[in-house]
């Protein structure tokens, strides 16, 4: 089923963090296998990204054989490997013991950067971004919440995830959002099942671009960033997506500044929406936007078909 | 509770005589009350008003608290805050004035066979689904499968609605104060639905039967549905429902088109009315 939301503070910053958790915990009962954020800052400078990648899977590491050594050669090899491309680690955060957060000044080629510290065996970027910092793992938004500290993230806009795996392993590899490798900034979340997308991805794959899952929302992220790496905006990029995409889905994509939805043709999958002056609020359910608001809101459904794209 | 002679109970078609199956026997007498009483249904007093705020209760108790002030005689109810909680004020089957100040998540008000239900907010998918007789007003806008195969009543958003309104909509009425998504009366077998707004894509596909009313565009019609000729009878009955609620076709009764079946799709004429019977 999984539950999906988005907020966009306009003209403002608030404690992103906590509002999705709120969010996504209110939806709970539609996922309760991972959860997902992805939450986005005021932007650095051009050359300073963050990048959020993990060295192990969590069961993994709870349990693996000698795994404390192997993480800890695992990070050793980013480390190296950062430094051959001459990307600068600012700041190193351990976020749990198997997933980091580094602060890089880097003005390299951003793929190949991806692809030298994806190439270590078992390391996963999580996202790259100058805003963007990709927070996923398994149980529910309070506990990944709790574990990553993201109550007191201040930001400009978010979209996250409550996962019912059907589909994929219950992992981290295979809970949203995604990141649209290897583009700075650009995240998805989605409900819902594309049924065209081994061959639009063969079309992907073809045009230079790696998966890292095979879930059909990842395919979302990559089409979008793709079309606007080819100069697309956002709005067109998503409103050819609906002609496409085959299946039924309701998907959130965010870039730096940006957010956007859109809907199938059917409008097979639910999603509500609230719009304010300075704030809009997504989600699956209005239980879930009702939680961060204890007043009475006026919501609506968008309807079949339909793209909208909100700037900060 | 009626008190019905054995003679009327023979007029009325029932019988007190032993069945003589070998694994069943079943008995009846029309002096015991509870064989011609509902099950979960009271008798209200509409004089009688009570209030409760939900905020921190879950669906169930909510309902709970619903039926057991229904079960103590209260026929006037005020439900606060009910916080778009999901499956709220479902198969409530007897009369009820019910008050929920706020917005429901999915499945609010499904499976009810009475009461009149006012909805200050809004309500998510499948509003009223199964709904068999009362009213449910929602003042703001609804969410797609806005009275899902509903049977009678009257079900009445002042607002917009989503998608595939009145899917597989068996009778009563369903009313639109704005517009309506795709698929709205897709399947439709029996009675009435009035949208004062516009209507999506495919409307009225695949439908068996039944009547939809469109004050504004209709972007397409589903396979099946014509435009049929307004009469006087349509009009007089628009005029009098929507007076009711207090809503009005923008641009007047007499000009909103009126869809049914085309009747090419299904071939019912052919068969018989038990087999009809069979197949609704």
Redesign the interface.
């Known amino acids: 089923m999984c539950g999906i939301a988005g907020l966009i503070h306009r003209g403002g910053t608030d404690n992103i963090g906590k509002e999705m958790t709120s969010m996504l915990q209110a939806m709970k009962h539609r996922g309760p296998d991972s959860t997902g954020f992805a939450l986005y800052s005021k932007p650095l400078s051009k050359k300073r990204y963050v990048m959020r990648f993990k060295v192990a899977e969590g069961a993994e590491a709870r349990s693996g054989f000698a795994i404390q050594e192997q993480m800890e050669a695992r990070k050793a090899a980013v480390d190296k490997r950062l430094q051959e491309l001459d990307a600068e680690i600012i700041k190193a955060k351990a976020a749990t013991e198997y997933a980091y957060s580094y602060e890089l000044k880097f003005d390299g080629d951003l793929r190949e950067l991806a692809s030298y510290i994806e190439d270590i065996d078992d390391v996963e970027i999580l996202s790259v971004g100058h805003a963007l910092e990709l927070v996923k793992d398994l149980g529910d938004a309070t506990a990944v919440s709790d574990q990553y500290g993201l109550n007191k993230f201040n930001g400009t806009h978010a979209i996250g995830h409550t996962r019912m795996a059907t589909e994929s392993d219950v992992d981290i590899r295979s809970a949203h959002p995604y990141w649209a490798y290897p583009f700075s900034d650009v995240s998805v979340v989605h409900n819902g099942q594309l049924t065209n997308y081994w061959g639009q991805r063969r079309e992907l794959e073809r045009r230079g671009h790696r998966f890292m899952s095979d879930c059909d929302s990842e395919l979302i992220a990559v089409y979008i960033a793709d079309a606007i790496n080819e100069g697309e905006d956002l709005h067109a990029a998503m409103q050819r997506s609906i002609d496409q995409l085959d299946g039924v889905f309701t998907y959130l994509i965010a870039t730096s500044d940006q957010l956007g939805m859109a809907k199938d043709?059917?409008?097979a999958k639910?999603m509500?929406l609230y719009e304010s002056d300075d704030f809009v609020g997504l989600a699956s359910?209005?239980?879930a936007?009702?939680s961060i608001f204890p007043h009475?809101i006026?919501?609506?459904?968008p309807?079949?078909g339909e793209v909208r794209v909100w700037q900060t | 509770m009626a008190n019905v002679s054995e003679h009327a109970s023979h007029d009325m078609g029932m019988h007190t005589e032993q069945l003589e199956g070998r694994t069943q026997q079943v008995f009846f007498s029309a002096t015991e009350e509870e064989n011609l009483s509902q099950p979960f249904t009271y008798d209200v007093d509409f004089g009688r008003e009570a209030e409760f705020d939900a905020r921190e209760m879950a669906s169930g108790e909510v309902n709970s608290k619903i039926k057991d002030l229904m079960k103590d005689g209260y026929g006037s109810i005020t439900v606060r805050n009910p916080g778009a909680k999901h499956s709220v004020a479902v198969g409530i089957l007897n009369r009820l004035n019910l008050v929920l100040d706020g917005s429901l998540g999915y499945f609010g008000c499904g499976l009810i066979d009475g009461p009149n239900i006012r909805i200050t907010g809004r309500v998510g998918w499948s509003c009223a689904e199964n709904m068999m007789a009362g009213t449910v007003v929602v003042e703001k806008n609804a969410g797609s499968t806005f009275g899902a195969a509903i049977r009678g009543g009257d079900l009445v958003c002042k607002g917009s609605v989503g998608a595939r309104t009145g899917i597989d909509q068996k009778g009563g009425t369903i009313i639109v104060g704005g517009d309506t998504g795709a698929f709205s009366g897709f399947m439709m077998q029996r009675g009435r639905m009035i949208v004062l707004g516009n209507a999506g894509k495919n409307l009225g596909d695949s439908m068996y039967d039944g009547t939809i009313y469109i004050g504004g565009s209709i972007e397409d019609l589903g396979v099946d549905a014509v435009v049929a000729e307004m009469t006087p009878l349509d009009c007089e009955w628009l005029g009098r429902k929507l007076s009711l609620f207090g809503l009005e076709a923008p641009d007047g009764i007499e000009n909103m088109t009126k869809i049914v079946s085309g009747k090419q799709l299904w071939n019912y004429d052919n068969l018989e009315p038990s087999e009809k019977k069979l197949i609704l």
């Not at chain 1, 006026?298 to 459904?301: Q, R």
């Open positions: 043709v059917m409008s639910p509500v359910e209005e239980v936007i009702r009475e006026d919501t609506f459904d309807y079949e």
